[in-house]
């Protein structure tokens, strides 16, 4: 089946800086990726859409400054936490369709701790 | 009101037991069903599609009421390796992101 590959799997981070998550897809094109934020014990929560050679869609709620989205290829979308606190840690991963089913693939996620 | 929910247990059950969790979605106009299941610190993996007339995976069975905006998962003769956390996800359109709920645990033991 499709492959989504997301870098890293897990990162630590002091407060203040920021940090790079990318989410690629190994054996298709998706021209719009979400992604999502998953806290302890909660559900997964749709943070943005990312769309390719366009602005990504925000979810309510959800700062777009703080949050960068860049998805410049059809295979690859990144997803920037910056100047990152610690209740910024968090379960963050991504999902995309093939097209071609309803079937959604999703990344490894990353596990991400600020200090 | 969350658009998805989900009763989060735990449910604790032995080996062999039967187990069906339920769900209940907001949005009237949610297209597809599924049910995912998720591992500790990992990824969700569809388990199974949900339809109106019922789909049967092996040991799981899962089912759709519409008018009721009800969905469930039956799991029969529970393992050990079937402890995890149970989604339930809607869906609005095909290609729009999902709706996950928040899980329902399932801790099987022997």
Redo the contacts between chains.
């Keep these: 089946g499709a492959v989504v590959s997301q870098h890293p799997s897990r990162v630590i981070c002091k407060s203040g800086t920021s940090v790079k998550i990318e989410c690629r897809s190994l054996d298709f094109q998706a021209t719009?990726m979400?992604w999502?934020r998953q806290f302890p014990?909660?559900?997964?929560?749709?943070m943005a859409?990312s769309n390719e050679g366009s602005k990504a869609t925000y979810e309510q709620g959800v700062e777009k400054d703080k949050f960068l989205i860049n998805h410049a290829s059809l295979t690859l979308s990144t997803l920037t936490v910056t100047s990152a606190h610690p209740e910024d840690s968090s379960?963050y991963?991504c999902?995309a369709?093939t097209?071609e089913d309803?079937?959604?693939f999703?990344?490894?996620?990353t596990?991400l701790t600020v200090v | 009101r969350?658009e998805?929910e989900q009763d989060?247990g735990p449910f604790n059950v032995p080996e062999g037991a039967t187990v069906a969790f339920n769900c209940t979605y907001s949005n009237s106009a949610s297209q597809?069903f599924f049910w995912y299941r998720q591992d500790c610190?990992?990824?969700?993996?569809?388990l199974m599609?949900v339809y109106s007339s019922g789909n049967e995976d092996g040991r799981f069975t899962a089912q759709l009421n519409r008018a009721s905006q009800y969905i469930s998962l039956l799991i029969r003769d529970s393992k050990l390796s079937d402890s995890a956390t149970y989604?339930c996800v809607v869906?609005h359109q095909?290609?729009t992101?999902?709706?996950?709920?928040?899980?329902t645990t399932l801790s099987v033991s022997s």
């Design positions: 719009t979400f999502y014990k909660q559900s997964l929560m749709l859409t379960f991963i999902s369709f097209g309803t079937e959604a999703f990344g490894q996620g596990r | 969350k998805v989060p597809s610190r990992k990824e969700p993996k569809l599609s989604l869906n095909a290609g992101a999902l709706i996950f709920g928040k899980g």
